[in-house]
């Protein structure tokens, strides 16, 4: 290997500690090399770049509470050495109640595929439920409720949202609550102006309506303690608690007085299908609100079963989107209302510029992206209400009394069906593609039965605020 002056290697630890993981295994069957521990990684540049896994690289604390400089090698085997304890005194713990796990579960976006999520999740789901049960809540988020005292739905539910919209908005509470213990209570805050420098502090507290030192005071101090701890979300997360502990299955944000749907005379709901390669299937609902017969309403199917070579990808996308730029344009001419929908437009936005990229039609494709034509119905839920469970429209949907046409709908058993339908697996291919094409109908069918329904119903569905009195203290 020789230094290439022109490229700079990079150090990222996962991959770093991919390698090492690798050097045990070829150790562990006496296939390592007897020079030394190296191991290579070929970036985008299509370079090998050579790392020495005994080089000490890697700053990190030590028993003497001094950082330490170690190898990756080192580093690799603490953290290996750490997980199998975990284990070992997890499953000690299993036949005997009075050892303590090392670590507690959090819930995290892999537990669903994990052999020890059925260990776990009675644990959390216990009382209220732990924290980390509720939308993007991980682990850094997790261990700052923690730190606080707050362990589950139901102490964070318990917290003041007054308070925690202002922490979140930057306000230094528990500071302003210690200058202010020996004034008069009826002292507006903005007098504190002449003590206080962050003045634009004190005017975020007059417009949540603390415009007394005695006010100030009463601020909840549990709520408070969370000043300075990068609690920007705390607002939306002590809200998606108390939806969860509601007896509702979903409520009003805060504020939401008139739900806003946007309806078009010609509407099209879409979603897409993809495996590794690419997408294989763009699958169209239309709906004429105004009977103006310029498209046969229903699902429309625009798929390739052929190998998804980046050809056949472009070729195909290319007829879902010239069809739907047309029925586009036809709307327009006729002085029609036109509304594309989607459910979290980033897959679809992803492939859409990927399609314009392949076929020179990034222009077209960011112009659509971005006018009020294109909808993303994710965004319409969440920004107006709360679940305190997933947003996704396999959740969200049978709120509406919708139910999919085939079993198991998940992107999941959609790859098992793909490789059966195109050849990939033994058995009946037309089954799996009926299932595929079923099942894509059933989503964009599902897009279009939540947006009737929060159109028809949305205004009837029950504030956020009307349970705040739950929770009071």
């Not at 669903?112 to 809540?137: H, K, M, N, T």
């Not at 929908?341 to 039609?361: D, F, H, K, P, S």
């Amino acid at each position: 290997a020789l230094v290439d002056p022109a490229f700079g290697a990079r150090k990222r630890g996962e991959d770093l500690l991919q390698l090492a993981h690798y050097q045990r295994m070829l150790e562990a069957a006496g296939l390592a090399a007897p020079d030394g521990r190296y191991g290579g990684i070929v970036g985008v540049e299509q370079q090998v770049v050579w790392y020495d896994l005994d080089a000490p690289i890697w700053k990190t604390p030590s028993s003497t509470g001094q950082m330490k400089w170690r190898s990756t090698m080192a580093r690799y085997d603490f953290e290996f050495d750490f997980r199998l304890d975990i284990i070992a005194v997890a499953e000690s713990s299993r036949s005997d109640p009075g050892v303590e796990p090392l670590v507690v579960p959090v819930r995290i976006g892999e537990c669903d595929e994990c052999p020890w999520w059925d260990i776990c999740r009675p644990q959390l789901e216990a009382g209220s439920g732990d924290v980390s049960l509720l939308p993007r809540i991980g682990w850094r988020q997790w261990k700052m409720h923690r730190d606080r005292g707050v362990a589950d739905r139901g102490e964070l539910a318990a917290l003041d949202p007054p308070t925690a919209r202002l922490v979140a908005a930057g306000v230094e509470v528990p500071t302003l609550q210690s200058l202010v213990e020996e004034m008069p209570p009826e002292t507006p805050v903005g007098d504190l102006r002449a003590v206080w420098r962050r003045r634009s502090q004190l005017t975020r507290l007059e417009e949540e309506g603390v415009g007394t030192v005695g006010a100030l005071r009463e601020l909840d101090a549990r709520t408070a303690a969370y000043a300075g701890a990068g609690s920007s979300a705390l607002p939306d997360q002590i809200d998606a608690a108390r939806a969860w502990l509601g007896a509702e299955p979903v409520y009003r944000r805060r504020g939401v007085h008139s739900v806003d749907v946007p309806r078009g005379d010609v509407e099209v709901d879409v979603d897409m299908e993809n495996v590794e390669e690419g997408v294989y299937l763009w699958g169209a609902l239309v709906t004429d609100r105004a009977g103006a017969g310029i498209a046969e309403p229903g699902y429309h199917a625009f798929v390739t079963w052929d190998p998804l070579t980046p050809e056949a990808e472009t070729d195909n996308g290319l007829r879902f989107w010239r069809w739907l730029v047309g029925l586009r344009e036809v709307a327009r001419g006729r002085r029609l209302s036109f509304r594309c929908y989607c459910y979290n437009e980033a897959a679809e936005n992803t492939y859409l510029r990927r399609l314009g990229q392949a076929a020179g039609i990034s222009e077209e494709i960011e112009e659509f992206i971005a006018s009020d034509d294109w909808v993303d119905m994710l965004r319409v839920f969440t920004s107006q209400f709360i679940t305190g469970t997933s947003s996704g429209l396999k959740k969200v949907a049978p709120l509406s009394g919708f139910s999919w046409p085939v079993d198991e709908p998940d992107g999941g058993e959609s790859m098992i069906r793909y490789d059966v339908a195109v050849g990939l697996e033994v058995g009946d291919a037309a089954a799996a593609r009926d299932w595929l094409l079923t099942y894509n109908r059933g989503d964009v069918e599902a897009t279009l039965a939540l947006r009737e329904w929060l159109d028809r119903h949305g205004d009837a569905v029950a504030p956020l605020e009307s349970i705040d009195a739950d929770f009071s203290a």
